[in-house]
DNA sequence: ATGCCCGGCTGGAACTGTTTCACTTGCATG
DNA sequence: CATGCAAGTGAAACAGTTCCAGCCGGGCAT
């Protein structure tokens, strides 16, 4: 409703330097932009082409472009953000928050700027405060795959726990006592609900959580080689890894191909899937799977329809289901287990003495 | 430079009337409608918010909206494209043609009608003719990852004839006699090129290019199957098999190595990698290796440069060069070839009978 | 001290594209 | 023949942005 015009007479001047403040025009006194910031956000605001308002939202990568190393999640997110934009007649636009924002304006203006009406936005190491920030300023946003203890962040996200736990308990049912546990070195929700199932199926079943067992590292092929070199190696080794990350799940999986480590006959791998890699590889991998494009797609559909019912105070929190899907990579405990006094130089981290 | 007024002047209609057509609004007069698309193909035309021309390009997708099936390819292309265009600071959408554009408006207008200057086109199964269709129409584009033989078309490939020449040799060298070819069922250039590459490369040898050892399947992991159980079911079976596709190649991994065929030992595999999948299996994959990222950054900076220095006419047949990589599943011919006498009844192609 | 110049800041005007409303025109129909 | 309806069009209003001129205050030279 509000237009240029409207908002500067309002405020007693012209409709050039509301311009001017939208656009982030240096030559705008800091007194005069501050009022009109105020009124716009008052107000509110959306873009528009000449008398048209442009229906334009935005997946917005905080950091970096666009992440390839986490396989193919993000192309399955793009997917289904497309196809949940097809009805209600949305453009989507890529934004790169750090490269194309300037310091001195807000995330709003910035996202007026653009010509866009609201945010997808994707959370990764260091900016959680930027999506708080984004959050309280009230612009349409939602982060997709992670949670959010701040009231006002809207999310939708995969709840991990139920099928993490099954997984575990899929373990424990197979007669593992030795279970590993390989997480991300980073706290997000995601991997805290893993480690939340774990501890609670290890608990339930009586057994002890051995913090020699547990290994935090950054997502990678290496780190996963690190975790299967490490949990093998130890004194009692592991009989099973659960992996919360699908990169460090690959890595496990072809260092232990690598040394000649039959999975599952001496070794059981549970890992996480965001697409489809699980079945790209032999044996195909027990995983607890997201849907990445179902994510993106009911994304999307908030997002859109928030924005077209001009309920900007709507709140999404919401979880979707993951599933535990069984294949190859998980089997009964071995007898004699795995590498035994074998590689015992290797343990670079927990406690081995201490763990009974 | 051509405004919708200064179009609207020229052709004694009124501005409204222009923008109607712009818009592909349906009560505009088909002689009307025509006039003044003619006129502005003629004077061209650049989208504007205000007075200000919008710098943004889109990357299109013909068909459907992003592919994840091919692996980690969309989001290398897509990273690297958002590199290309963080110097010339344009934005970037994401279209579905077939999803959004009307079927009575060109192209040209669809692509105004969305407020971009030009477009990175995907290439796919069936949508050649509508390429050729959008380059005929002069609309800035460029092809990324095909190549086409219509002048006009502008297009950005990685030419992998040398490094698969490069692959096949390497195989001879090996002591490879019986190398097969796994090529995918639709011609594009690429796959045309690697199949140049094997009968030159046997050819250069003194080696016969044995029908039965060349196979034309879709892309994708059961075809990869059929590739492994077809090719070591022969009489006399492959010793080596180049996959000119990610998704085959992965599938004949992934059967060799449920079937408990030794790899490089029994058998020699060579694959093509768009991104770094090749690394996330064991062993690591001998692959020709094309650099997505690459070529995205390439094709944005060419569009952006082409769409900012107004040199409509330029033209891009470019090629970037592959690499063979010598990783993992490639070794000396064995012996005693693998699988013989076995499975015979699985060859659903080819003509054994024939093959001497 | 006075005059001059320059840079920050602003508004009017001009220009961009789109939509609404009223109007004309032609054709079918009562 | 009058009426009504639909298609097609233009003027005007309205959306945002930029160019240009002007104001005003401060610094500097004379």
Redesign the pocket.
Known sequence: MA????IAAQL??????V??V??N????????RERVLARINELG?S??????ITNVIALAYPDEPVRSEYGSFEPALLSGIMRGLEEPQFDLKLLNIRRDKAPNETYTQFFIRKGIRGVILRCFRNNRPTICKIAAERFPAIVVADAFDEPGVNFLRADSYPSSRQAVEHLISLGHRRIALAMHNVPDSDHADRRRAYDDALFCAGLPVDPALVIELPASLTSGEQVLDTMTGLDDPATAIFATNPMTTLGIMRRAQEKGIDVPKQLSVVGVDDSDVRTHIWPRLSAVTQDASALGMEAARWLTEVIASGKTGASCRRTIDTVFEVNGTTGPAPQRQARRHQDRGRVTTGDAEKSD
Do not use: W
């Open positions: 237009s240029v015009r409207a007693n001047v012209s409709p050039a330097t311009s001017r939208l656009n025009h240096p030559d705008v006194d800091e007194a005069t605001y873009p528009r082409i000449g008398r048209r």
